[in-house]
């Protein structure tokens, strides 16, 4: 008899480790912040025949990655809104989602609209939203209180103490200042560098206002808690961040509107595991799981009442910023056609070698 229950606790044990050894693995390529070790602990908890490997990336090698394996190698991406459309068009990598599997009563309207806009193709959904933020200005009240637009980065008064990032931000924000409408112009390449070259002009004459021009968020950082700088183009979660360390360091949306970008989920081609990745999906949509990711990213989710579920600190300088006016006037940022971005890159080149 003690041979046979150990002979049937051993082959437990061995079944046991099989399964173990069988459990599907959910791999993800998302952004830094995204999926913190906590809340993986927490679904694998929840989910203990799914282990979850992350591959922290941007918008350029999401893109690179799958197109170099048409859409294999990952069963969950993480693009921005703008990168599904053309991307899909022209690489085939994604496949479309059925809505049916995620939870999509828990989304902002305004967060799904935008989907339907910018990531449906042939009828079908290729992305659904899960974090958002804006581009616009961030601004030291107390030194420069009547900031309210794009072009006061080119105020004289202002001279020495501004800094800007030579992104595209820049120049479709002040296109919008100009009284353009640069987004209607991503597919009339002509006009849109008509535009863009009249945007280079504008930021050229006013070089001798910039102190430096930033390359990323600590760079900023350090450049608004010195003092140096006091009005700059930037993230809103580098505002709001800084916000918590100096309450006079505040986000503006511009009066044009904040550019808006939708970090979204999207299915690989090739995945192999997409019951996987719907239940990803769906458990970030967890008011906690929520809390925990935006303290984590410093990006607002897109579930309703989003801005609610913030921690303290991050909630308060996200209502400092944006009140429902701002909020209705965001310009998202839409589905960025081959060979905009060369026509960008160009004029960002000329703006950076011109003298002051």
């Given amino acids: 008899m003690k041979s046979i229950i150990k002979g049937l606790l051993t082959g437990a044990a061995i079944l046991c480790g099989t399964l173990h050894g069988q459990a599907e693995t959910l791999r993800l390529l998302t952004w830094g912040g995204y999926a913190p070790d906590a809340v993986i602990k927490l679904f694998e908890e929840k989910y203990p025949d799914i282990d979850v490997a992350v591959t922290f990336s941007n918008n350029e090698e999401i893109v690179a990655k799958l197109r170099a394996t048409g859409g294999a190698g990952f069963d969950l991406a993480q693009p921005s809104v703008s990168r599904i459309a053309a991307a899909q068009s022209e690489y085939g990598i994604y496949k479309p989602l059925d809505l049916s599997q995620v939870e999509t009563e828990r989304l902002q309207p305004d967060m799904m609209k935008a989907m339907e806009t910018n990531a449906r193709i042939d009828g079908a959904i290729y992305a659904v939203p899960h974090l958002w933020g804006t581009q616009g200005l961030i601004v030291n009240k107390a030194e420069a209180p009547n900031i309210t637009g794009w072009q006061d980065l080119c105020d004289p008064q202002y001279k020495g103490r501004v800094s800007m990032r030579l992104k595209r931000a820049v120049l479709i924000g002040m296109a919008y200042e100009m009284g353009e409408k640069p987004f209607e112009l991503f597919h009339q390449p002509e006009a849109y560098q008509k535009v863009l070259d009249q945007v280079a002009d504008k930021l050229i004459a006013c070089k001798a206002n910039v102190k430096t021009y930033w390359t990323g968020g600590d760079d900023l950082s350090n450049l608004m808690l010195s003092g140096e700088v006091i009005i700059s183009d930037a993230w809103d979660s580098t505002a709001y961040k800084l916000y918590g360390q100096n309450h006079d360091i ?90 905009a971005e060369e026509i960008e890159g160009m004029v960002l080149d000329r703006i950076k070698a011109a003298g002051n």
């Avoid at 044009?256 to 939708?262: C, K, R, S, V």
């Avoid at 595991?273 to 989710?301: H, L, R």
């Avoid at 006016?325 to 940022?333: M, R, V």
């Fill in 250 to 339: 505040v986000f503006v949306p511009p009066r044009t509107g904040a550019l808006a970008w939708i970090d979204t989920f999207a299915l690989p081609a090739k995945g192999e595991a997409d019951a996987a990745a719907y239940k990803w999906i769906n458990f970030v949509m967890q008011p906690e799981i929520v809390t925990m990711i935006s303290e984590s990213s410093g990006a607002i989710s897109a579930v309703k009442g989003s801005i609610e579920l913030m921690p303290p600190a991050a909630r308060a300088a996200v209502q400092a910023a944006f009140d429902e006016k701002a909020l209705a006037n965001l310009q998202y940022l839409p589905s960025v056609p081959a060979g």
